[in-house]
């Protein structure tokens, strides 16, 4: 099967699903299909260092970068439209990751022309939380040519039961399928052992570390966090934060200001974004991990934090929280201060329950949210949109 996924860029700055869409590329092309990813050389303010305008490799898979242009935040690229329109009429199926953006635009329109499926995955803007962000920018692009994308779409990749849920009053009358992430284990498990975070990291010397994952921004439910770990730090002076993850622009300088009105900016510690043997030292020596999200349609931190052994909290809006509760991987609390502060207090003085936690955790990442398992279950997806069985 040749399998062409569009996106608008794949660079760390860019956050989850261009990190997900290159290990579910490359995840499928290892069942041997041809799989073509199609993107922009955007790295959210900067630009990644890679030839551009012809095949490169992607594992297993081909990646294709084009020159992002203005306006950029919407991911522009006359080059990747150019491209598009060779490379999805030699698809059997497209995948369109995101939504709002030139890409979808351009896929649409090319998908339409050439008469190829096409999967969207909306990546959580579907969330009623979301929806509402930045409505009348969305109603516009809608109008224009988002509604069509939708619309056409064979069916709409969700990455949780919960999103799908979540989103049925805006995908127009299409049919869903829900195909999991995967989590990289080699990237949590490998060679970093326990007791290297303190030489990475000089500032972290508390005994216990609550470790925040992922991407710093509005959604992440760190207003919560804040005066939640004042509470911890309250009962718990061994104790302190991590944050770890890129920031949005000026983010950064917003959650400190939170944690100095919470009174507890001395016991945080930002890492920015970290990789390879600083994420498995961070997750190795790490007790426990928070993730308060207002809009989560995944929480690929969470695996991956799972995957590690980790005891997790996270908020009922963090899409895979049934997951969470049901392999008692952790404990999952409202978006709430006083809930969230409990649900961490009582991890770091219950060594058992933690551990055990963790545990069901491990499991839980191993047994159904291998990048193995999704490859499988996106092929089957493709097969159905070629079909026309939806």
Known sequence: MRILHLIGGVGESNGGPGRACLRMAEATAALGHDVMVLTTNQDGTESLDVPLGRPAAAGQARIVYCPIQRPRFFGTSIPLARAAHQLVAEADVVHLHSMYLFHDAVGGFECARAKTPYLLRPHGTLDPY?????????AAVSAAFMSRVVRHAAAIHFTSQEEMVLAQPMVLGRPGVVVPLGVDLAEVRGPAVAGTLRDRFPSVRSDKVVLFLG???????????????????????????????????????????????????????????????????????????????????????????????????????????????????????????????????????????????????????????????????????????????Y
């Open 130 to 138: 979301l929806a509402h962000r930045h409505r009348f920018r969305k």
């Open 215 to 389: 991407r710093v921004n509005f959604i992440k439910g760190l207003d919560l966090l804040m005066p939640a770990m004042r509470r911890v730090f309250d009962l718990r002076d061994d104790t302190c934060l991590v944050v770890a993850g890129p920031a949005d622009a000026g983010f950064e300088t917003k959650v400190r200001r939170w944690a100095s009105d919470a009174g507890v900016l001395h016991k945080v510690h930002f890492t920015g974004m970290v990789t390879g043997d600083d994420k498995r030292a961070l997750l190795a020596d790490s007790d426990v991990f928070v993730l308060p999200s207002y809009s989560e349609n995944f929480g690929l931190a969470v695996v991956e934090a799972m995957a590690a052994g980790l005891p997790v909290v996270v908020s009922n809006r963090v899409n895979i929280w049934r997951d969470v509760v049901g392999a008692g991987a952790g404990l999952v609390v409202e978006c709430d201060v006083a809930q969230l502060a409990d649900a961490l207090t009582r991890l770091l003085a219950d060594v058992e329950l933690a551990g055990g936690m963790g545990a069901a955790g491990w499991e839980l990442a191993e047994n159904h949210f291998s990048w193995a398992e999704t490859a499988r279950g996106m092929i089957k997806a493709y097969a159905r949109a070629v079909e026309g069985s």
